[in-house]
């Protein structure tokens, strides 16, 4: 992750945008994935290369759920960022004119 306040904003609404495509894509990977272990559950897992199949399946979708958690985790830290920057921001204006008051 980036370091500074203004990167980490930007590295969000990139991964926030990028999300917007991605996210069908892995949607549509996953609903296939899930559909093809369930019919070899059904199937029963007697067999070892269905089994290993299903395993592989398994693995796959958690690959899956991991690259789009870290995608969330990538825009969650940008909107902390940027809230964080506007904060700081509301707090230096309050503080300048609090103390401009204070020389009046």
């Not at 902390?80 to 103390?99: L, N, T, Y």
């Amino acid at each position: 992750m980036s370091d500074t306040t203004a990167e980490r904003i930007a590295d969000g609404a990139a991964a926030a945008q990028a999300m917007e495509f991605v996210r069908p894509a892995l949607d549509v990977i996953r609903a296939d994935y899930n559909k093809r272990a369930m019919e070899l559950l059904r199937q029963g897992l007697t067999d070892p290369v269905k089994t290993a199949g299903a395993q592989k399946l398994s693995i796959a979708l958690g690959v899956i759920d991991q690259v789009e958690a870290q995608i969330r985790a990538v825009i969650s830290d940008g909107n902390i960022a940027k809230a964080s920057h506007e904060r700081a921001s509301d707090m230096a204006r309050v503080s300048e004119a609090e103390a401009r008051r204070s020389f009046l």
